[in-house]
């Protein structure tokens, strides 16, 4: 008679999913490891560039401003110096027409060149007329003429 006993003298046994976790966790170990190495060698030369810059910089001058350290600040650049910006122009025709305003007055009024000296300054159209009633300065005797060979 045929053998009818269909029991498994252990567990059944199934096919596994292939998977070396343990060679997974080895290369992730490893890799980490030569992460972190990378980073020292990079930190420790950029410390070292770093230490050479600065022994090669000139020093400043005593008169200088403070060096300036540039900052982020909310994903932007700041600058970091502590002088004013310049004063731009940025309105073209009002400044023009102050300046005009300001050469016009000098011209047409009376005032002070240098009060120490006693200088003054007349209107253009007044010193013209002065000139035109008394004239140039003229020479009172004609040039020493030399030898001329």
């Known amino acids: 008679m045929a053998d009818t006993n269909?029991?498994?003298?252990?567990?059944?046994?199934?096919e596994g999913d292939g998977i070396a976790y343990r060679g997974i966790g080895w290369s992730m170990?490893?890799?980490?490891?030569?992460?972190?190495?990378c980073y020292g060698i990079v930190v420790g030369l950029y410390k070292f560039l770093e230490s050479r810059a600065a022994a090669g910089d000139t020093n400043r001058a005593p008169l200088a401003g403070p060096q300036?350290?540039?900052?982020?600040?909310?994903?932007r650049l700041m600058p970091g110096n502590t002088t004013p910006?310049?004063?731009?122009?940025?309105?073209?025709?009002?400044n023009l027409r102050?300046?005009?305003a300001?050469?016009?007055?000098?011209?047409?009024?009376?005032?002070?060149?240098d009060q120490n000296a006693g200088t003054i300054r007349m209107p253009i159209a007044?010193?013209?007329?002065?000139?035109?009633?008394?004239?140039?300065?003229?020479?009172?005797?004609?040039?020493?003429?030399?030898?001329?060979?």
């Open 29 to 37: 170990l490893v890799l980490t490891i030569v992460t972190l190495i």
């Open 102 to 113: 300001q050469e016009e007055h000098i011209l047409t009024s009376y005032g002070w060149m």
């Open 6 to 14: 269909h029991e498994h003298a252990g567990p059944a046994r199934t």
């Open 85 to 94: 910006p310049a004063p731009l122009l940025v309105n073209e025709p009002l």
């Open 98 to 100: 102050t300046f005009r």
């Open 68 to 75: 300036a350290q540039p900052a982020i600040v909310d994903g």
């Open 126 to 149: 007044r010193a013209k007329d002065l000139l035109m009633e008394r004239g140039l300065p003229a020479r009172s005797a004609a040039p020493a003429t030399g030898d001329v060979r």
